[in-house]
């Protein structure tokens, strides 16, 4: 890709714990206008493109998604309640976004800060093979000799890429592996105590054993170090340990 044609594009993907098909992704192109011709046949009319003069989502856009999801998890005030869980990005926490999601039985699970490696599913285990088969497609393209890899030469391969990143067992591991769904405790705490050992090795006072990659064939392509097993008393510390729910929150 050449340096005066290269763009970055935010993509706002969403993946329900279920393991169903991910919804169409929104995708945020940089610039005030939108191209005509970046558009591929491959871009399925369900997906939901957008311009951006920063290239990043604001509250409109962010609004335009929370409209998206709705229509496609079939929300309404007469459904069934949802449990929405999303990062800390600040358009998440405006009083129209948050307003609108429990109008329609949405509840909006903002995650904490700074942790977002740790308890988002999609940041934990799906974000990794993704990227790996986007390389892949860029590669792909260069043995083409399709040199200069466009935003329409992207738009081209996002339905491959994303078939091949959205598998079933790999949405419902990366659920079970972030806790978020079966909620549980255990592994966040684990991986905060690895994680909080590697910046700071006083912190340890133990030994823990890491888990072959094998263990979770999903996540492939993750170094082994990102699980680890945590003896029963051991003595591991983290910079603030929570002691009550709204800590813990």
Not at 82 to 95: M, R, S
Not at 97 to 117: D, E, Q, T
Request: hydrophobic share 35%; glycine share 4%.
């Amino acid at each position: 890709m050449s340096p005066e044609n290269s763009k970055s594009i935010t993509i706002i993907e969403t993946i329900c714990d279920d393991g169903t098909p991910p919804l169409p992704p929104v995708l945020l192109c940089p610039g005030e206008q939108f191209m005509e011709i970046w558009v591929s046949d491959n871009i399925l009319e369900a997906e939901v493109i957008a311009v951006s003069q920063t290239g990043y989502t604001n509250e409109k856009i962010a609004l335009a998604w929370l409209d998206h999801f709705i229509k496609h998890v079939e929300a309404g005030p007469d459904k069934h309640w949802h449990i929405l869980v999303l990062d800390g990005h600040i358009t998440h926490h405006k009083a129209d976004f948050v307003g609108k999601c429990y109008s329609i039985h949405i509840v909006p699970f903002g995650l904490p800060s700074h942790l977002i490696h740790v308890l988002q599913p999609l940041d934990v285990g799906v974000f990794h093979p993704w990227k790996h088969d986007h390389n892949k497609a860029i590669h792909n393209a260069q043995h083409l000799l399709d040199m200069e890899y466009r935003i329409s030469s992207f738009f081209r391969d996002l339905s491959s890429i994303c078939e091949q990143s959205f598998q079933v067992h790999t949405i419902q591991t990366v659920f079970q592996g972030s806790a978020t769904f079966p909620v549980a405790f255990k592994e966040p705490l684990n991986k905060m105590r690895y994680y909080n050992a590697r910046r700071n090795p006083k912190c340890i006072s133990t030994t823990s054993a890491l888990s072959s990659s094998e263990s979770c064939p999903s996540m492939r392509g993750n170094s082994a170090e990102e699980e680890v097993s945590i003896e029963e008393g051991d003595e591991l510390e983290l910079l603030v340990l929570p002691s009550t729910d709204f800590e813990c929150q």
